[in-house]
């Protein structure tokens, strides 16, 4: 079975830029979550998903970052304008089930905004 | 809130020593999970092991430890006989139970150098 696989692998923009990663999480998993990992600030969780649902958000730094799960395959997230600040990389990882079961994580995203 | 701490920010070894990356943990939660996770020079995050809050049992993994102790909230990764491929920055991580986050809060890493 593949993996999380996201696109692109890496992105480069220009500031105000609309950027948008997506994610495919493992087949039959049930939770998906997106990580935002930056020098400053370490690994940290921006949102996840349970069964499609958003069930915290709070992570997600301000109003130009948006998530979307439009089903169970897929999903997105979104900047809207980019800011330089928003250079990092970008996580996704699925789980099946419990909260107790490990964590599978996709190659990530570098993004960089000029 | 949960919290945990990777006090060791990078540590440099000469291969076939014996390493210990520590990890201290902060949760309201009696139930809980821990895990390590690696993360290479290539970038992807790797996992390689999770505890329950119940399991005290030491675990060991060919050259691999680790070290749970709850009395000190602490899960300590003991790598044995390093090699130059152990090389990488190594994550542990806590997820909460039935009523706090399930989503992984992450220390700061430990980047470990192994030279040859």
Known sequence: DAGVIQSPRHEVTEMGQEVTLRCKPISGHDYLFWYRQTMMRGLELLIYFNNNVPIDDSGMPEDRFSAKMPNASFSTLKIQPSEPRDSAVYFCASRAGLTGNEQFFGPGTRLTVL | ?116
């Open chain 2, 1 to 116: 809130a949960q919290k945990v701490t990777q006090a060791q920010t990078e540590i440099s070894v000469v291969e076939k020593e014996d390493v210990t990356l520590d990890c201290v943990y902060e949760t309201r939660d009696t139930t809980y999970y821990l895990f390590w996770y690696k993360q290479p020079p290539s970038g992807e995050l790797v996992f390689l092991i999770r505890r329950n809050s119940f399991d005290e049992q030491n675990e060991i993994s060919g050259r691999y430890s680790w070290n749970f102790q709850k009395s000190t909230s602490s899960f300590n990764f003991t790598i044995t006989a390093s090699q130059v491929v152990d090389s990488a920055v190594y994550f542990c991580a806590l997820s909460e139970g039935y009523t706090g986050r399930r989503a992984l809060t992450f220390g700061s890493g430990t980047r470990l150098q192994v030279q040859p």
